[in-house]
């Protein structure tokens, strides 16, 4: 089959799900990582064939694709702020949105420091973050087996100086004071100081009622439990992380969440109410208030 003649057969097959660039975009992905070529080598070699022994994989990628799967579960992969991370449907797509999360925390950030991420998932920012900060500990805190899985298993290149992250399970929802036995139960050797530097945490955030306006890909196949929180109380994640970063963030440590843009004011008035100073809401790349900071 020539390549130019599947391109434009997959490009009309998606163009149900997806806007004619972004389709166009996919395609481009896919055939980039499954055959190596290039998003214009079949413009500029019009004859050329795709190999008959990569032929199966990539229309049953495609079928995965038309079927309304996410192009990262189909492929196994993200990137994340220029690392490629392993995805499954047992976590969320790294979003651009965290990535600036994660700037946000790195320019607070030194050296030799202790960084908490609740509701860690793929384990995007605590990787992240263990590689921006050397000779640091980073813990990534998730109530999911599965993600924690995911999180574990990342083949992330650690720069020289820099430390693995640990994950453990833990249920940020659940009684605070549990955290320092789930902490000292999975990792016997960390020091009777429980405290961190950064508390930051991705939760969350969607309220059920704004199912109607996500894209099917996303509700069909990314975990419900990792995006959803109940329209009758939207703000919980919110407030047991305020109550975790009220006994684990050291004097002076700086804490960040990512929030959905309707519940910026109240967000921070949860941090603002537990005692935290220096409470900002800052936006993201779309102008959008997607984050609140705060420091103890």
């Known amino acids: 089959m020539l390549l130019r003649a599947f391109i434009s057969s997959a490009r009309k097959s998606l163009s149900v799900l997806y806007p004619e660039e972004e389709s166009k975009a996919i395609v481009s992905r896919l055939c980039e990582d499954l055959l190596g070529v290039t998003a214009y080598a079949h413009i500029l ?28 579960y189909v492929l196994g992969y993200s990137y994340f702020s220029g690392r490629k991370f392993l995805v499954t449907p047992d976590v969320l797509i790294p979003r651009p949105e965290t990535e600036q999360l994660c700037d946000i925390v790195i320019r607070q950030g030194k050296a030799g420091m202790k960084v908490l991420d609740l509701c860690t998932g793929s384990g995007c920012i605590a990787w992240t973050l263990a590689c921006a900060f050397p000779c640091s500990g980073v813990l990534g805190l998730d109530v999911s087996y599965e993600a924690l899985a995911v999180a574990a298993s ?21 009684d605070p004071s549990g955290l320092d036995r789930a902490i000292q139960d999975a990792m016997p050797s960390a020091s009777d100081d429980l405290r961190f530097d950064i508390v930051v945490s991705n939760p969350p955030y969607i309220r059920e009622s704004e199912k109607p306006l996500m894209h099917k890909n996303v509700l069909d196949h990314e975990p419900g439990l990792a995006l959803f929180v109940p329209d009758s109380d939207p703000l919980v994640f919110y407030r047991a992380i305020a109550a975790i970063a009220e006994t684990r963030l050291r004097p002076g440590g700086f804490g960040a969440v990512e929030i959905n843009e309707a519940f910026g004011p109240p967000v921070a008035g949860i941090f603002s109410d537990a005692g935290f100073r220096d409470v900002c809401m800052l936006e993201d790349f779309r102008s959008k208030i997607r984050f609140v900071t705060f420091r103890k």
Request: charged share 25%.
């Open 45 to 72: 070699d019009p004859a050329i064939e795709v190999p008959g022994e990569s032929l199966p994989g990539l229309q049953s990628a495609l079928e995965r694709l038309a079927g309304g799967e996410p192009l990262q």
């Open 154 to 174: 990342q083949e992330i290149s650690i720069p020289e100086n820099c430390i693995r992250p640990e994950f453990i399970r833990y249920d940020v929802l659940s």
